[in-house]
């Protein structure tokens, strides 16, 4: 591309709107149909540069600096929406309680613009607690002591929960089969006896007739 600026190309995952410089999260920060969570590391209170000029603002700072879905994490500040939603959610809106919380942002796109009136795209915070937990670590397999590994289009942790539940023991996929494999064996094998016994005690037992009368001695 001709220009005197030095532009650079976006390629790949890289979007419009993720390398804005500016001092603030943004909705345009916040990569599309993800939920980001962040911790509070810091309430501020100060006079801060916006489009429209210098405001007094509440300003939340996170510990985190990148997270899923925001490639650089920038102060939030926080209008009235979200200091309602945080009063909500924690009981209420003092330094004391809020830093160390995890809250989840997310895009709202039906925001009213101050300055034109129209609507855009805010970010608003989930009026419950984040719902993307921290996962346990998977167990290795208790047969082969391998890890579990996602299969069958299931992923490891719905695995080990599964095999757990069913054979007692977290197992990788190849080892809950030959699990299985060993209960048909074995049920086989039982019915095979059974069988085996039911027509033993059918079987006719030996008798004698009399041939004279016809009667069983
Ligand atoms: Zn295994």
């Known amino acids: 591309m001709m220009t005197k600026d030095k532009l650079r190309q976006l390629t790949g995952d890289e979007r419009l709107g993720q390398m804005r410089e500016s001092e603030y999260l943004g909705a345009e920060d916040i990569d599309d149909g993800t939920e980001p969570v962040l911790t509070i590391a810091g309430l501020w209170y100060g006079s801060v540069?916006?489009?429209r000029g210098k405001e007094n603002?509440?300003?939340l700072s996170f510990k985190?600096?990148?997270?899923?879905g925001i490639l650089q994490v920038r102060p939030l500040i926080v209008n009235?929406?979200?200091r309602?939603?945080?009063?909500k959610l924690f009981g209420d809106a003092k330094a004391s309680t809020l830093v160390g919380k995890q809250i989840q942002l997310y895009v709202d796109h039906n925001v009213r613009d101050p300055q034109d009136g129209g609507m855009t795209d805010g970010i608003r915070i989930r009026p419950y607690k984040p719902r993307v937990q921290k996962q346990e670590p998977v167990p290795p397999?208790?047969?082969c002591g391998n890890p579990i590994e996602a299969a069958m289009g299931k992923n490891a942790?719905?695995?080990a929960a599964y095999t757990a539940k069913n054979y007692g023991v977290p197992l990788c996929a190849a080892c809950a089969q030959k699990r299985k494999e060993a209960v048909a064996a074995a049920e086989m094998q039982q019915e095979t006896e059974n069988v085996a016994e039911v027509q033993q005690d059918s079987s006719p037992e030996s008798?004698?007739?009399?041939?004279?009368?016809?009667e069983v001695l």
């Not at 309602?84 to 009063?87: A, Q």
């Open 141 to 143: 397999c208790t047969d």
């Open 49 to 51: 540069t916006l489009q």
């Open 64 to 68: 985190e600096e990148r997270v899923p």
């Open 57 to 59: 603002k509440d300003v």
């Open 207 to 214: 008798f004698t007739v009399d041939p004279d009368t016809g």
């Open 157 to 159: 942790h719905w695995l």
């Open 84 to 87: 309602k939603t945080l009063r």
């Open 80 to 82: 009235s929406t979200n």
